[in-house]
Every structure is written in C-alpha cells, then in structure tokens.
C-alpha cells in the first residue's frame, strides 16, 4: 500500500514540535481509542504504537507516571509486564471531556440560559469555579455571575457537587423575552467570549485537514497505521480547539462560522478512517487476555453516526 504523503508531513510537523506533550497525546488515545475498547492496554504494545509518533520509551514511561499520579489510570503487574486501565474518576473525566467532541453539529436551543451566581463564595473559591465553568464554556457576563445558553446540567452539578459549593452558589435558569438575536444580545456574547481567536484558529485547522481529507477520498486503498496516525492526530488537533470552543447556539454565533465546518470535516475524515484505524490497534495492541476487545456499541454512535 502508498503511504499517502500529506499524512506523512503532518505526522513529521508533530514529530518537530517543541516540547512534545506526550501526556496530552495519550489521553487522545485513550480517550479516542482505548476507553471505546475496554480501557486497557499493555504499556509494551503502546509504546510501539506511540513510536512512530514520535514518543520515545522514556516519554512514554514519563507520561503515563504522571497520568496515574493524577489519578487517570491505574496500573495491574502481571509478571513483568504493566497493564494500565482507566481509574472510575478517570473515566468519567475522559467522558465528559470527550462527549462534546463526537456529538451531533448543533442542538436544538429552547432560547434559555443557565446562570451560576458566586458571589457568597470567598475569592480563591469564586476564581476555582470560575476556571472550571469557564472549561465547559460558560461566560462571565458580569462580576460573580457566570452563564451559558446550553450547559451541560449534569457536567455542571458533578463540579458543584466536587467543589462542595452546591449550597453556596444560586443555579437559576432564564429565559430570553424578545429577541434572540438582537444586536445587544451580539455584543453581549462578543465581549464574553473570545470567538474571533476561536475563529482563526479553527480556518488554520481546516486549511491543514481539507487536502488531506481529499487525499484519502482519492486513495485506492488506506493503510491502517496510517489511518490510526491521522485518526489520533486529527482528534488530538480538534480537542485542543473543542476546549476552548463554548458551544454557543448556532443563532448565537457569526455567520460562517469556522467551526461549523472545522466539525463536519472532521466528522468526515473520521468516518472514512475509522475501521482501518481500529484495524490497527487490533493488529498491534494487547491486554491481559490478548488482543483488545471490539468497540462498545455506542462508538459507533459517534458524530450521530458512523
């Protein structure tokens, strides 16, 4: 099979970079790849699959430490080979942070906001929460109150519940009387949120992922490490740009929006590589009992749908 050559050069662009973040990258790969497949994997057969990336042994070891330091993963010893499984917290972490990644475009908005007021919160307190909510998109829209048009209900009570703060904040719900679209409804979303950095880093992303999404549409045939490659590569760029996306109602952002088409690419590639990709993991990687076990029924619910 040819190596398709612009896959090549974004793996090479990844090998380049300065400092590789080797924790980052295998929490895609778990995230994408593993927790589908059962959560557990042979450290051995994951360092030779994160080799061609660019992560050497001694990264690899270094990451996965620091991974179950902080309580992502968790280790079993059988005989002299490490077996590393997601941890119950590490889980739900996982699925919370990648749930956004795989839904469908955009829901249907009822026109109401969830709002969080902090303002009985001590200051170290308030600025806590303020970080995490800001993580699941919400804005500060004045001092104390934070607000978002289509939270997550239940993202958001688990990081009241965590921070111990349920009964010292005031979670109401609102809803719009007028317009959803007036012009200080736009200003207000524009000075919340900082949507125009967001936009241009999502055009970098589609003027790096359209030529090789022609690419693999005009290839005979697809070889799976090169599928896996682009598959971890692809989600690992689109996470980084998820993470500081807040999901804003589609009436609620500018026309065009980059993201929007940054979504149905990388929907599009995904579903053209996914198979082979897996093909991969399944020739290569290996747990306790043998080779990785089939992919959960809701993988294939990805993206509303492979």
Known sequence: ??????????????HEQRPIRGGSLIITIFGDAIAPRGGTVWLGSLINLLEPLGLNQRLVRTSI?????D???TSNQIGRRSYYSLTDSGRRRFESAFRRIYAELYPEWDGKWDMVLGNQLDNELRKVLKKELEWQGFGNIAPSIMAHPMADTLELNNTLQELCVQNEVIHMRSEMVGSDTSEALKQLVHECWNL?????????????FRPILRAI?????????????????????????LLRDPLLPEKLLPAD?????ARV?????YRLIYAQADQWLSETQETADG??????PRFYKRFGGL
């Open 291 to 296: 080779p990785l076990p089939e992919p959960a």
């Open 265 to 269: 690419l990388c929907r599009n590639i």
């Open 71 to 73: 309580g992502w993963l």
């Open 65 to 69: 430490f620091r991974l179950t330091k």
């Open 217 to 241: 549409k005009s290839a005979d045939e697809l070889e799976p490490e090169q599928c896996f490659q682009l598959r971890t590569l692809l989600i690992h760029h689109y996470r980084r740009l």
């Open 1 to 14: 099979m040819t190596k398709i050559r612009c896959i090549e050069e974004l793996v090479q662009e990844f």
């Open 196 to 208: 125009q950095q967001l936009a241009e880093d999502y055009q970098q992303f589609l003027d790096r």
């Open 257 to 261: 929006w980059a993201g929007t088409s």
